[in-house]
Nanobody, 127 residues
Framework: QVQVVESGGGLVQAGGSLRLSCVVS????????MGWFRQAPGKEREFVAA????????NYGDSVKGRFTISRDNAKNTVYLQMNSLKLEDTAVYSC????????????????????WGQGTQVTVSS
């Protein structure tokens, strides 16, 4: 049983910052690629960021490049999403996802590559 639990969401003013955390239990976290996705009301789920099993490769959605940073601490089974310069359009439910992988350097942008998901955490950016 894999458990994925996000935290760190909340209300922030435009231009501000938030850091999301995601703790994974129930499988070898260090052999899992991780991703963050978001979904705003009435919109499709959107890829935000991904990090490889090794932590050495990252990938970002075009809308967050240069503002968001994904990282991981394998000793703590935790992945982070540092969000800076937040915009109104960043408002969404952010979900963390776990991908089974045998490649230490691979990242995945498609939600279908991730079999395990958290419940999500709400991020609201106000003007």
């Amino acid at each position: 049983q894999v458990q994925v639990v996000e935290s760190g969401g909340g209300l922030v003013q435009a231009g501000g910052s938030l850091r999301l955390s995601c703790v994974v239990s129930g499988r070898t976290f260090g052999r899992s690629a991780m991703g963050w996705f978001r979904q705003a009301p009435g919109k499709e789920r959107e890829f935000v960021a991904a990090v490889s099993w090794s932590g050495g490769t990252t990938n970002y959605g075009d809308s967050v490049k240069g503002r968001f940073t994904i990282s991981r601490d394998n000793a703590k089974n935790t992945v982070y999403l540092q969000m800076n310069s937040l915009k109104l359009e960043d408002t969404a439910v952010y979900s963390c996802a776990v991908a089974v992988t045998y490649s230490s350097g691979s990242t995945y942008k498609s939600a279908s590559d991730y079999p395990y998901w958290g419940q999500g955490t709400q991020v609201t950016v106000s003007s």
